[in-house]
T-cell receptor
Framework: AQSVTQLDSHVSVSEGTPVLLRCNYS??????LFWYVQHPNKGLQLLLK??????LVKGINGFEAEFKKSETSFHLTKPSAHMSDAAEYFC????????????FGTGTRLKVLA | GAVVSQHPSWVICKSGTSVKIECRSL??????MFWYRQFPKQSLMLMAT?????????EQGVEKDKFLINHASLTLSTLTVTSAHPEDSSFYIC????????????FGNGTRLTVT
């Protein structure tokens, strides 16, 4: 069975400081992992994806994530937070070769302080 | 590319009425569509998987007679909330994919349903 755990429900950072959103996964086979961002009352936008290629994945808006199999982690980072980054972030695990179901983490709400 | 359009973006209805939500893939043919429900400040929960031309597969605990899903064409899936009650108020989001295409799912912008 697959599952994903987002370790922080809320993260607050000051504008211009680094962002770290943590995600751990559990999968009985090679997973595909994604980070999505959701702004209030909006759908989801894909930030980046890992599908067994390079372990360091670069996404949009300066975000990146590193797949660490030994730690079963896929943490999302950004060197410098911007006010527009304030949103809800979801870590997702999926079996792209099978059912294609997405299992969502519980989400992390990022707050950026001026 | 890969745009998923969801309509309406918000709807208010009276208790006991039915509401239909449409999910369209605008520039690709979606052989599979997924319907999610999101309660305020919570994560997305998969309700059902909809394959074109066949019956939807519902997740455990989701009432198939309550949430009717139709995927009659490769570009359109609909979710009908029948005899809606206030507890059905939620944010409903659809997503779509093409069989054989391992690219990530693309999501609609969601529908905010409020049942009064």
């Amino acid at each position: 069975a697959q599952s994903v755990t987002q370790l922080d429900s809320h993260v607050s950072v000051s504008e211009g400081t680094p962002v770290l959103l943590r995600c751990n996964y559990s999968s009985s086979y090679s997973p595909s992992l994604f980070w999505y961002v959701q702004h209030p009352n909006k759908g989801l936008q894909l930030l980046l994806k890992y599908t067994s290629a390079a372990t360091l994945v670069k996404g949009i808006n300066g975000f990146e994530a590193e797949f660490k199999k030994s730690e079963t982690s896929f943490h999302l980072t950004k060197p410098s937070a911007h006010m527009s980054d304030a949103a809800e972030y979801f870590c997702v695990v999926s079996d792209l070769a099978g059912t294609y179901k997405y299992i969502f983490g519980t989400g992390t709400r990022l707050k950026v302080l001026a | 590319g890969a745009v998923v359009s969801q309509h309406p973006s918000w709807v208010i209805c009276k208790s006991g009425t039915s509401v239909k939500i449409e999910c369209r893939s605008l520039d690709f043919q979606a052989t599979t569509m997924f319907w999610y429900r999101q309660f305020p400040k919570q994560s997305l929960m998969l309700m059902a998987t909809s394959n074109e031309g066949s019956k939807a597969t519902y997740e455990q605990g989701v009432e198939k007679d309550k949430f009717l899903i139709n995927h009659a064409s490769l570009t359109l899936s609909t979710l009908t909330v029948t005899s809606a009650h206030p507890e059905d108020s939620s944010f409903y989001i659809c997503s779509a994919r093409v069989v054989g295409d391992n690219s990530p799912l693309h999501f609609g912008n969601g529908t905010r349903l409020t049942v009064t």
